[in-house]
């Protein structure tokens, strides 16, 4: 239920039972949620002030960047104020009743038809593409079909009355999310007992080897760039934008230092945010 309190809502990309509903409830547990259809919607309810959070996926370990928000980051003022690794399990849901033999086909987002291929294959069941996952539930929900199943999480079961007929059919077992928080204000006081994200995006001047400068500041600053992606800019393929992810703090010595070499060889660039590191993050390095 969602009150119109705007305070208690976080909003997401995707129907109720997405894996980004899964997320959000995650991070926010007591917060009500708010479910939009694309995530330009998601990120334009908090620059409105409709809801105080949107929590929106950036990468995955199988599929790769979210390309879309990549796109959209450049045109919003939002900062970024946290990370969330969420591990994507699968679920095959059908109407209540129905057993494997029965069927036919599964209706999913195109990733998740993917990241499950060799199980589907396996059992002889068509995949057909969907929305997304969650849409998928609701669909099969409404039509009632024991032959038509859906491939989503287990709390899109819950929401829409479906049954778990085979639990974690993802092929990849490392198959991760990393969603980031958006808000409208920065993060102002990080926690002192864990260590620091920074993101930010730039654009290159035209200059022989500005790039291999960009990342030769940080490398020389002892700065571990995590995340680097580039992609072109309205169609344009001469002005790229690139996006990376950054351990530290623009305070610290050595990211303020790659900083100042950063601003020497790019036309423009912006910090998102700066925020703590998940402690799933910090639990791989370790």
Known sequence: MVKNNSNNLV?????????????????FPEMDVLPCR???????????GDVKYAVIPIENSVAGRVADIHYLIPHSSLHIIGEHFLRINHNLLVVPGTKLEDLKSVISHEQALGQCRRNLDSWGIIREVFADTAAAAKHVAELGDPQVGAIASSLAGKIYGLETIKKDIEDASHNTTRFVVFSREKLKD??????????FI???????AA???VMGGFATNGV???????????GAISATQFYADIEGHPTDKGVKDAFEELAFFT??????????????RINKRN
């Not at 694309?38 to 409105?48: M, P």
């Not at 990080?190 to 993101?199: E, G, I, N, R, V």
């Not at 730039?202 to 022989?208: E, G, I, K, L, S």
């Not at 660039?269 to 590191?277: A, D, T, V």
Request: charged share 20%; glycine share 4%; aromatic share 12%.
């Open 11 to 27: 909003s997401f990309q995707g129907e109720l039972g997405a894996y980004s509903n899964l997320a959000a409830k995650q991070i």
């Open 38 to 48: 694309t995530f330009e919607d998601a990120l334009a309810a908090v620059d409105k």
């Open 190 to 199: 990080l926690p002192k007992d864990k260590p620091t994200m920074t993101s």
């Open 202 to 208: 730039f654009q290159v001047r035209n200059t022989a």
């Open 211 to 213: 790039l291999y400068k």
């Open 224 to 234: 571990n760039m995590t995340k680097l992606e580039s992609y072109q800019l309205d």
């Open 267 to 280: 036309s423009e660039y912006r910090i998102l945010g700066s925020y703590p590191q998940s402690q799933y």
